[in-house]
Nanobody, 117 residues
Framework: QAQVVESGGGLVQPGGSLRLSCAAS????????MDWYRQAPGRQRELVAAITTRGATNYHDSVKGRFTISRDNAKNTVYLQMNSLKPEDTAVYFCNVRGYFSHQNVWGQGTQVTVSS
């Protein structure tokens, strides 16, 4: 059974850092992309960062220069290093694992990130 498990969320002060991790197992398909999304209360879920098997990355404009996505293909694990955090980064962060076909898509349960003094 497919499992996508996020960890590393928490409460941090503005300007602080957090590192999120997401480990995938049992997906049953070859993983193409591992992505981080976030959803704040009352807002739509948005793509924060994505990384393909070959290491190509994509970032939301609001996190460029502050967040870094990386991946360990051997462990099917993706990381999101978040620096210079702002209150507007507060959200539930979700990991999404995608295969090479559109139906190959598994979501994690999410991890809360709260940036507040």
């Amino acid at each position: 059974q497919a499992q996508v498990v996020e960890s590393g969320g928490g409460l941090v002060q503005p300007g602080g850092s957090l590192r999120l991790s997401c480990a995938a197992s049992g997906t049953g398909f070859n993983i193409y992309s591992m992505d981080w999304y976030r959803q704040a209360p009352g807002r739509q879920r948005e793509l924060v960062a994505a990384i393909t098997t070959r290491g190509a990355t994509n970032y939301h404009d609001s996190v460029k220069g502050r967040f870094t996505i990386s991946r360990d293909n051997a462990k099917n694990t993706v990381y999101l290093q978040m620096n210079s955090l702002k209150p507007e980064d507060t959200a539930v962060y979700f990991c999404n694992v995608r295969g090479y076909f559109s139906h190959q898509n598994v979501w994690g349960q999410g991890t809360q990130v709260t940036v507040s003094s």
